[in-house]
């Protein structure tokens, strides 16, 4: 079992330059990706979009790349620009009667001095870069599984609990089901004459045999273990495609027989168990969307 959420940051040091890569997740529905990198390395985009693809299937994964060029940059000035806008601030200081203006305000505003990116044309920096990435996607998997695991406990001993609950449940129906056909039958008697009919007064002990039927819950219990046999079989399987979604699909079809079960038998024997069911079921449902 694997989470949706983790963390992982590497970097690589070299003389001509420094990568630094930092990946984390979140749960998603689908796999949506948001990359921070420098408008300078734009290019690496789809490399990087290719590299999570591959080890992503679900999830919000949000890449962030920093580096520091220390090779030495090669400069140039654009001598067509440059002429332009010193004829226009000729024409500027002539009409304002200003004698002078700063070279360096006119050379930083215009982007007169053009640096060319050497990292573009650098194979190696970009085979670098994928390579800080995937150890950065390492250590970020290394640390899902682990949280997959803490997840992993925590849902089978829900699944303990409701099963436990739903045994105990199962105990009192015979208890329940005499109870409830005592109280009927004791009201039925009073309400009729002591000079009914036979056939009346069998009558509605039919009736009231269908009445009783409608709180049989066996049902419902054999369908609750069926699914918990499932979670327990799902979690043996070595590899399960899709697990987040299977659980919770499982805990969803769980969740609909304990609200029936909470209609048809809540009483004072079953109360406090039907409602540790939905909780469990509930706070089950709420983690597995962490799971990938």
């Given at each position: 079992m694997i989470s949706m959420t983790g963390y992982g940051k590497a970097a690589l040091n070299k003389s001509d330059y420094e990568i630094e890569i930092e990946v984390k997740s979140v749960n998603g529905k689908f796999l949506e990706f948001k990359c921070n990198i420098p408008k300078d390395v734009n290019y690496l985009e789809p490399l990087l979009r290719a590299r999570i693809n591959k080890?992503?299937?679900?999830?919000?994964?949000?890449?962030?790349?920093?580096?520091?060029?220390?090779?030495?940059?090669?400069?140039?000035?654009?001598?067509?620009k440059l002429t332009t806008f010193a004829n226009m601030m000729q024409k500027v200081m002539k009409i304002s009667h200003t004698e002078t203006m700063p070279l360096e305000y006119l050379l930083r505003e215009y982007d007169i001095i053009e640096y060319k990116n050497k990292l573009s044309d650098n194979l190696n920096f970009s085979k670098d870069v994928l390579d800080v990435l995937t150890k950065a996607i390492k250590l970020q998997q290394k640390g899902a599984i682990k949280e997959g695991k803490s997840i992993k406990k925590h849902i089978l001993q829900s699944i303990n609990q409701i099963s436990d609950a739903v045994n105990l449940i199962e105990s009192t129906i015979l208890t329940f089901r005499k109870e409830l056909f005592e109280k009927m039958k004791a009201r039925i008697e009073d309400l009729l004459p002591q000079s009914t009919n036979i056939n009346l007064e069998?009558?509605?002990?039919q009736e009231l045999a269908i009445y009783l039927d409608r709180y049989d819950?066996?049902?419902?219990?054999?369908?609750?273990?069926?699914?918990?046999?499932?979670?327990?079989?799902?979690?043996?399987?070595?590899a399960v495609n899709d697990l987040g979604k299977t659980l919770n699909f499982v805990f969803q079809e769980m969740q609909r027989e304990s609200n029936t079960l909470g209609s048809k038998y809540s009483n004072q024997h079953s109360f406090q168990n039907i409602l540790l069911i939905k909780e469990e079921i509930e706070k089950c449902r709420e983690i597995i969307q962490n799971v990938m």
């Amino acid at each position: 079992m694997i989470s949706m959420t983790g963390y992982g940051k590497a970097a690589l040091n070299k003389s001509d330059y420094e990568i630094e890569i930092e990946v984390k997740s979140v749960n998603g529905k689908f796999l949506e990706f948001k990359c921070n990198i420098p408008k300078d390395v734009n290019y690496l985009e789809p490399l990087l979009r290719a590299r999570i693809n591959k080890n992503y299937k679900r999830g919000t994964v949000e890449l962030r790349l920093r580096y520091i060029d220390r090779s030495k940059p090669e400069v140039a000035i654009n001598e067509e620009k440059l002429t332009t806008f010193a004829n226009m601030m000729q024409k500027v200081m002539k009409i304002s009667h200003t004698e002078t203006m700063p070279l360096e305000y006119l050379l930083r505003e215009y982007d007169i001095i053009e640096y060319k990116n050497k990292l573009s044309d650098n194979l190696n920096f970009s085979k670098d870069v994928l390579d800080v990435l995937t150890k950065a996607i390492k250590l970020q998997q290394k640390g899902a599984i682990k949280e997959g695991k803490s997840i992993k406990k925590h849902i089978l001993q829900s699944i303990n609990q409701i099963s436990d609950a739903v045994n105990l449940i199962e105990s009192t129906i015979l208890t329940f089901r005499k109870e409830l056909f005592e109280k009927m039958k004791a009201r039925i008697e009073d309400l009729l004459p002591q000079s009914t009919n036979i056939n009346l007064e069998q009558r509605l002990m039919q009736e009231l045999a269908i009445y009783l039927d409608r709180y049989d819950i066996q049902e419902e219990i054999n369908r609750l273990k069926e699914h918990i046999d499932t979670l327990h079989k799902t979690f043996e399987a070595k590899a399960v495609n899709d697990l987040g979604k299977t659980l919770n699909f499982v805990f969803q079809e769980m969740q609909r027989e304990s609200n029936t079960l909470g209609s048809k038998y809540s009483n004072q024997h079953s109360f406090q168990n039907i409602l540790l069911i939905k909780e469990e079921i509930e706070k089950c449902r709420e983690i597995i969307q962490n799971v990938m």
